[in-house]
């Protein structure tokens, strides 16, 4: 079997994630994890006392290492073209995590350099391998729930504040690659109202609406300032509805026989709406760790040559429409 070795950039918030998958990974060999900051390193060296984990404070050593086969990005935003452009320049795979960049022009820059270059390029939409977000995809195309009329979407908590990106770039594209994914398409219209109420500059609560060429439209609120935490979902089709609710332990998605019937009236002032209140079902959902699964694609890929699910094409699509917003909530 052909292993992989992986070079880590940034050992902060995800990239211990990141490191901790890769080491129970069958298809993972050796990683070496890179960050200027000697804490971390040390944090790295204590947790994992092997020897097919190594450590650098040097991007160079990563870039130069010729038995390193790809590169994960998970630093601040501003530094992923940067990082990317180099491993790719490099011949190194590359999966970075989401947003891609923080410009389209960045973004498609990248895409072209991993088509030129022949190399993987994935990026971090995680959400799109969790067992609920794949039987969801799978009702929405099997057309189990109809034609979709709107989406109406909570993701909110308290915190945490970011002092480099607004909660859109923050929290947008978990929500943005979820849709491109169940719908298989771009949206046609986009449009956003956000405000900065506590750091000056930094939008902290966004409101983002979008329509889809099948016809659904989606309502997306976003924020950091919420008295309680939300990762609610609510779907409702031509057939029937959905909740997908993240935080739940179990039944994270029931489907709602509920619906409305129109009837054409055959004398006048017959009432021509009768609405429709069936079964409650919770359907079966895998078990497993989303990031795990988006990693073992990202080796996959590597080894026979095929498209990511999440592919560089999905990354530079979010950013877009990530822009777009931009031009709204600053």
Not at 292 to 304: A, D, Q
């Amino acid at each position: 079997m052909i292993k992989l070795n992986f070079g880590v950039v940034g050992f902060g918030y995800w990239g211990p994630n990141l490191v901790r998958n890769l080491t129970v990974n069958p298809n993972c060999d050796k990683i070496k994890v890179c960050d200027v900051r000697s804490n971390q390193l040390k944090i790295v060296k204590e947790r994992y006392p092997l020897e097919s984990v190594t450590v650098t404070k040097k991007y160079d050593e990563l870039l130069h290492d010729d038995q390193i086969n790809a590169i994960i990005v998970a630093t601040p935003i501003s530094t992923h073209f940067d990082l990317a452009k180099s491993a790719l320049e490099h011949g190194k795979h590359v999966f970075v995590e989401k947003p891609l960049c923080h410009t389209s022009d960045m973004a498609k820059t990248l895409v072209d350099l991993a088509k030129a270059k022949d190399l993987t390029l994935m990026v971090g939409h995680t959400f799109i391998f969790s067992p609920p977000v794949i039987k969801i995809q799978e009702l929405i195309q099997k057309k189990a729930l109809g034609n979709i009329y709107f989406v109406n979407v909570q993701r909110v908590n308290l915190g945490l504040h970011q002092r480099d990106v607004s909660v859109l770039w923050d929290l947008g594209p978990h929500d943005i690659s979820i849709f491109l994914y169940w719908f298989g398409e771009v949206p046609l219209h986009v449009s956003a109202f956000g405000r900065d109420c506590v750091q000056k500059g930094i939008p902290d609560v966004c409101f983002l609406n979008m329509q889809f060429p099948s016809g659904a439209i989606v309502n997306l609120a976003m924020s950091w300032l919420s008295p309680s935490k939300l990762r609610q979902t609510i779907i409702v089709g031509e057939k029937k509805m959905l909740v997908y609710d993240d935080t739940e332990v179990q039944e994270k998605v029931k489907i709602y026989d509920k619906g409305v019937n129109y009837r054409d009236p055959e004398t006048f002032g017959e009432y021509h709406l009768s609405y429709r209140s069936g079964d409650i079902l919770s359907p079966h959902l895998e078990s497993y760790e989303p990031l795990n699964m988006e990693l073992t694609n990202f080796c996959e890929c590597i080894l026979n040559g095929k498209k990511p699910k999440s592919d560089g094409e999905m990354g530079w699509q979010v950013v877009k429409i990530l822009g777009l917003f931009a031009i709204w909530c600053g």
